[in-house]
């Protein structure tokens, strides 16, 4: 029985990541976009095209650092994805926002993303 379920624990992986580095693959050849990019957008759109950092890196399985390195990278290429700025309300804490380029990128990426899932939709049942 256990090893049954470390087995289908292990399997399970295994396709979460076969997936995972396909979608990459497409993102990138579509819209020159990382999967990690995809995700960033992806949350400020649907959380209200703001969020802090504390707040998004609950969303995410990065770290801190390895996430405020992406945010860093997305906020400073030569058509940024986000915006990043210090809040008004506390010093410390650090405020990231969608920019027009941003949006339109998720607004394409979606059903991107949502066609290429589609796929694997029989994994649900």
């Known amino acids: 029985m256990e090893h049954d379920r470390i087995k289908q624990w292990l399997e399970d992986v295994h396709i979460h990541d076969f997936i995972e580095e396909r979608l990459e693959k497409e993102l990138e050849q579509t819209l020159q976009m990382e999967l990690n990019e995809f995700y960033v957008t ?3 759109f649907h959380e209200g ?6 707040e998004l890196k609950e ?10 390195r992406l945010i860093q990278k997305m906020s400073t ?3 940024p994805l986000i915006t990043r700025e210090k809040c008004n309300d506390d010093r410390r804490g650090i405020k990231i926002g969608l920019t027009e380029f941003g949006m339109e990128q ?6 991107i993303v949502a066609n290429f899932l589609a796929d694997y939709d029989y994994l649900n049942e």
Do not use: D, G, Q
Request: hydrophobic share 40%.
């Open 106 to 111: 998720i607004k394409k990426a979606e059903p």
């Open 59 to 68: 969303l995410f399985i990065l770290s801190h650092s390895a996430l405020s």
């Open 77 to 79: 290429s030569p058509k």
């Open 49 to 54: 095209r703001e969020l802090r950092l504390n």
């Open 42 to 44: 992806y949350y400020l």
